[in-house]
């Protein structure tokens, strides 16, 4: 395979304003360098970017199995990780996903939510059977918890829907997170209903799968939160383009938690409801909504930074996404790991 040289009248390289003139050589699937315009190697193709060259993005919060990977990639997502699925299909898929011909984003993976019996999701419709891996007692937890790190879990998602059903105890939460952290592995968890983020917390997950919308936080606990956890957006999975209640009270809770200083990570929840596949303009728009900038927005969406070493993952677009961040609804060309990624026809 030739290398591939991109050149662009404009780049927005993931951090600071604007850059003119830019080329951005890649060495297969990495960035090998980023600089003015300048010749190439007989065997460098050379593509001309039509817009602005930005990182391509990533989404945190997926159910892959209930999308569809080629069009996930074709709007601008190169990344994405799975946070609840059966482990012998998400496992495998993941793997595959690493292969250059592989016609949809990179994939890392959950596996299924750390659950006891009958709690969620493991009635849930949306689920298929071993979405829920349920657990009884410490012990089994923390073996559940060596299994998917030996399966390539990159993450480990613990159900907390106290809503749904019974709930991990906190003898079985803190040996969770006890065998996490032991294998290097973040804690995430889908938090519902009253109490949860705070036995979170106190077990020191590391990461809400949601931003949290059944009940208000108090400052005193968005503070603690702001400390140690990240929140993963999902704003839009809870109206789906509607105003709701459940909405207002997680905007107020993202608002204040961002204020704070917390870190606010972009997910859709894609597989959720009506969430569309790819770069979702309107989580963007939420998230202005609860305080964040454009070039923050921005930032919590992209991958990494264009650079010398960074994955071969850009996008194009047509306007700049700093001042307007409609210019996601305008992508032109996706190139995930230093391959162009197929468009689907225009229709
Ligand atoms: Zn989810």
């Not at 793997?95 to 009635?123: H, K, Q, W």
């Not at 400390?227 to 105003?243: E, K, N, Q």
């Not at 979702?280 to 454009?294: D, I, P, S, V, Y």
């Amino acid at each position: 395979m030739s290398n591939l040289s991109i050149r662009a009248p404009l780049a927005w390289l993931g951090t600071g304003g604007l850059t003119a003139d830019v080329q951005i050589d890649l060495d297969g699937g990495v960035i090998a360098s980023v600089g003015r315009v300048h010749p190439v190697p007989e065997d460098t193709d050379v593509l001309a970017a039509d817009g602005i060259v930005i990182p391509a993005a990533a989404d945190r919060h997926v159910h892959i199995g209930l999308a569809d990977p080629a069009a996930v990639l074709a709007r601008g997502v190169t990344a994405v990780r799975d946070l609840g699925w059966p482990a012998d299909s998400i496992f495998p898929l993941a793997d595959l996903s690493e292969l250059p011909n592989f016609d949809g984003p990179l994939i890392r993976a959950a596996g299924p939510m750390m659950t006891v019996p009958g709690g969620y999701p493991t009635r849930d419709g949306w689920a298929p059977p071993g979405t829920g891996r349920e657990i009884s007692g410490p012990e089994e937890a923390a073996a559940a918890v060596k299994e998917l790190t030996a399966a390539g879990a990159t993450a480990i998602k613990v159900s907390l829907n106290a809503e749904a059903g019974p709930v991990p105890s906190d003898a079985e939460l803190t040996a969770i997170c006890d065998a996490a952290h032991e294998a290097e592995l973040p804690v995430t968890t889908h938090t519902q209903g009253a109490g949860q983020v705070e036995r979170a917390l106190g077990a020191g997950v590391d990461e809400l799968a949601h931003t949290p919308w059944t009940h208000r936080l108090s400052d005193d606990v968005v503070a603690r939160c702001a400390a140690t956890m990240r929140i993963v957006s999902t704003l839009d999975s809870l109206g789906f383009g509607r105003d709701t209640p459940a909405l207002r009270t997680a905007l107020d809770n993202l608002r204040r938690f961002h204020d704070a200083g917390g870190t606010v990570i972009y997910g859709t929840d894609l597989g959720n409801g009506s969430i569309p596949p790819g770069i979702h303009t309107r989580e963007l728009l939420l998230l202005r909504e609860a305080g964040l900038t454009n070039e923050e927005i921005v930032l919590a969406l992209t991958r990494a930074p264009i650079e010398p070493g960074a994955p071969a993952d850009l996008i194009v677009i047509g306007r700049d996404p700093l001042r307007d961040l409609a210019a996601f609804d305008d992508i032109r060309m996706v190139v995930r790991a230093g391959r162009v990624a197929p468009q689907p026809a225009v229709g």
